[in-house]
């Protein structure tokens, strides 16, 4: 079965620092790996996403995600953490060779960033 | 303005009386999900449905039904809602398939007593 695991159930880290969110992923295919974003009492809203490609991708709000193949992980990062980037963060994978069209998020880790 | 909408907003409610969840999108998109949010475990997906009278279970689909007559909308039923069916839900919706962005609708807060 597939499975996403975020390790850290909190991230914090300084206004201006690097920051990263750690996500590995367990499948048996090839994964569509994504990150989601949700800000206090609102939905999710869409990062970024690998499906195939270069392994490096970019997304929203200058948040960047690599995937590695050999690790089985797509962490999170960005240069310089601010503010409003305190926020709940989800990594979720879908596995392409499986007929079944749903996503498993893992359970999510709360950044928080201090001025 | 492009939205998922759910209705209501937060429930109250007590065990065995039947509810219903309301979500709508305005973006003509194919697919819709359910998903509840419970602390410690993300987003679980309770039913996803592919296109109009096409509907199929996620992770966690007992105790709800859900319907699709028309595209836009994607209603969440529970017939005999229990105290473990408290928590947070949430409603998306994308164009074709489950690798395009999902959006995602402001959430419906239950509690059933």
């Known amino acids: 079965a597939q499975s996403v695991a975020q390790p850290e159930d909190q991230v914090n880290v300084a206004e201006g620092n690097p920051l990263t969110v750690k996500c590995t992923y367990s499948v048996s295919g090839n994964p569509y790996l994504f990150w989601y974003v949700q800000y206090p009492n609102r939905g999710l809203q869409f990062l970024l996403k690998y499906i195939t490609g270069d392994n490096l991708v970019k997304g929203s709000y200058g948040f960047e995600a690599e995937f590695n193949k050999s690790q089985t992980s797509f962490h999170l990062k960005k240069p310089s953490a601010l503010v409003s980037d305190s926020a709940l963060y989800f990594c979720?994978?879908?596995?392409?060779?499986?007929?079944?069209?749903?996503?498993?998020f893992g359970s999510g880790t709360r950044l928080q960033v201090q001025p | 303005e492009a939205q998922v909408t759910q209705n209501p907003r937060y429930l109250i409610t007590v065990t065995g009386k039947k509810l219903t969840v309301t979500c709508s999108q305005n973006?003509?998109?194919?697919?819709m999900s359910w998903y509840r949010q419970d602390p410690g475990l993300g987003l679980r997906q309770i039913y996803y449905?592919?296109?109009?009278?096409?509907?199929d279970k996620g992770d966690v689909p007992e105790g709800y039904k859900v319907s699709r007559k028309e595209k836009r909308n994607f209603p969440l039923i529970l017939e005999s809602p229990s105290p473990n069916q408290t928590s947070l839900y949430f409603c998306?919706?994308?164009?074709?398939?489950?690798?395009?962005?999902?959006?995602f609708g402001p959430g419906t807060r239950l509690t059933v007593l």
């Open positions: 973006m003509n998109h194919e697919y």
């Open positions: 998306a919706s994308s164009v074709r398939l489950i690798t395009d962005t999902q959006y």
């Open positions: 979720a994978v879908r596995i392409l060779d499986t007929g079944r069209r749903a996503l498993t």
């Open positions: 449905s592919m296109n109009v009278e096409v509907t």
